[in-house]
T-cell receptor, first 112, second 115 residues
């Protein structure tokens, strides 16, 4: 089955700095890669996703890049703010009715 | 519109008791997932319902865990004879798979504490 590795497990940055979280996956058939943000006491919420037919996607301060050959994808947050502090999860899926596989999460701490 | 809702939000029970956790998915979503999240850990898949198909129970950790989905909507996760290691947050998600709609929408979770 699919295996998703996520690094780092904890990331501490100063407000205004950039943050990068990286994930690797094992199943070359995976074609959908969402990123979720989980704030304390809440369920994960989708913040951005990318499909295997594109290499990069941006949404304001958030971007995701995908390297299909190397089977890795990354989340980039620029100009970090304290409200970006949360746990971030990556996932890989073959789409449709396939069950996504999640990474173990990255705890991002943005210091004001 | 309304998102995924779960109840209760918190549940404290004694070891050996049975508990039922409820999930109301987004209306029209055909897929429903249950996950378990232990403190500081990732998401552990438990069970998946898709339409009228037989559920994928491959993630259930033991036969003490079971789930139903009635009428293709509301789902109940039941844990029998609870153990302390069952203490965790139980998350439900729904989606409308197919095309470009594989996004999972999560509920707020039920925090279960087994004493």
């Amino acid at each position: 089955g699919e295996n998703v590795e996520q690094h780092p497990s904890t990331l501490s940055v100063q407000e205004g700095d950039s943050a990068v979280i990286k994930c690797t996956y094992s199943d070359s058939a995976s074609n959908y890669f969402p990123w979720y943000k989980q704030e304390l006491g809440k369920g994960p919420q989708l913040i951005i996703d990318i499909r295997s037919n594109v290499g990069e996607k941006k949404d304001q301060r958030i971007a995701v890049t995908l390297n299909k050959t190397a089977k890795h994808f990354s989340l980039h947050i620029t100009e970090t703010q304290p409200e970006d502090s949360a746990v971030y999860f990556c996932a890989a899926s073959k789409g449709g009715s396939y069950i996504p596989t999640f990474g173990r999460g990255t705890s991002l701490i943005v210091h004001p | 519109g309304a998102g995924v809702s779960q109840s209760p939000s918190n549940k404290v029970t004694e070891k050996g008791k049975d508990v039922e956790l409820r999930c109301d998915p987004i209306s029209g979503h055909t897929a429903l997932y249950w996950y378990r999240q232990s403190l500081g850990q990732g998401l552990e898949f438990l069970i998946y319902f898709q339409g009228n198909s037989a559920p994928d129970k491959s993630g259930l950790p033991s036969d003490r865990f079971s789930a139903e989905r009635t009428g293709g909507s509301v789902s109940t996760l039941t844990i029998q004879r609870t153990q302390q290691e069952d203490s965790a947050v139980y998350l439900c998600a729904s989606s409308s798979p197919g095309g470009t709609q594989e996004t999972q929408y999560f509920g707020p979770g039920t925090r279960l504490l087994v004493l």
